[in-house]
């Protein structure tokens, strides 16, 4: 398939598409990730209970890997890590402090709607091989997934189509507002979300590499799903 033929390329006033190869790179698996949340919502109106549907989230997180796979060339900047050991010092605190925020910022008025959850036990007994996928997924999958979409394109995008040529310091505080409460409206704990958005921004600013958001990304998530299994707390997954 030749550039001129990728989906969605709709050409902009000028005569340039709205978003290059490089773009949909970085959309598609986000795009798959958020289908397959669509899938779920529909299968659930049409009767499947939560408990059916938990085979869907190994599916999801495959899927999402399938289309990184094949995308892979076009994330340089995951090839090399120039992410010195104080910038992993500061992403690790920042995935810490990011956590306890979003295990605080739940009040009522701080959330939208009502978080399905990911209940992996079954009888009253924990299914661990649920828990793991989960696990692996949120820490592992969705944080390249992610911050390959929010940072690394929609931030820079915002400020020019040719988001590539756009240093990680350069940003615009606008595009830091407005792509981090879009990330924080994409949760269930909105408040939360937009101050993670804000953090992984900062991180992407100061180091200047997508691995400094998506190593506090992975420590937030990880840490997650570690307390949601020990304190039974399923509607934070």
């Not at 992403?91 to 990011?98: D, H, N, P």
């Not at 295990?103 to 399905?116: F, N, P, R, V």
């Not at 592992?140 to 590539?164: G, K, Q």
């Amino acid at each position: 398939m030749s550039e001129h033929d990728a989906p969605g390329l709709a050409a902009t006033s000028g005569g340039a598409p709205m978003f290059n190869r490089a773009a949909w790179a970085r959309i598609l698996p986000f795009l798959t990730y958020m289908l397959f949340i669509g899938v779920a919502e529909l299968l659930g109106h049409l009767g499947w209970s939560a408990a059916d549907l938990r085979w869907l989230y190994g599916v999801k997180i495959g899927a999402v890997v399938l289309v990184l796979a094949i995308f892979w060339r076009h994330y340089s900047e995951l090839k090399t890590c120039r992410l010195p050991a104080r910038g992993v010092l500061a992403a690790l605190a920042a995935g810490v402090l990011v956590l306890v925020l979003w295990l605080g910022l739940g009040a009522e008025w701080m959330t939208i709607g009502t978080a399905a959850g990911f209940d992996p036990t079954s009888a009253g007994r924990i299914d661990w091989p649920l828990v793991a996928v989960r696990i692996a997924g949120a820490a592992l999958v969705v944080p390249v997934m992610e911050e390959l979409f929010w940072r690394s394109f929609l931030l820079r995008w915002l400020d020019t189509a040719d988001f590539e040529t756009v240093d990680p310091s350069q940003v615009t505080i606008k595009s830091v507002a407005i792509t981090s409460v879009l990330f924080g409206f994409e949760h269930h704990l909105w408040l939360a979300g937009i101050v993670a958005g804000i953090a992984f921004s900062a991180l992407y600013m100061r180091h200047r590499t997508i691995w400094s958001p998506i190593l506090a990304h992975a420590v937030t998530n990880g840490l997650l799903g570690i307390w949601v299994v020990t304190t039974s707390s399923w509607s934070y997954w």
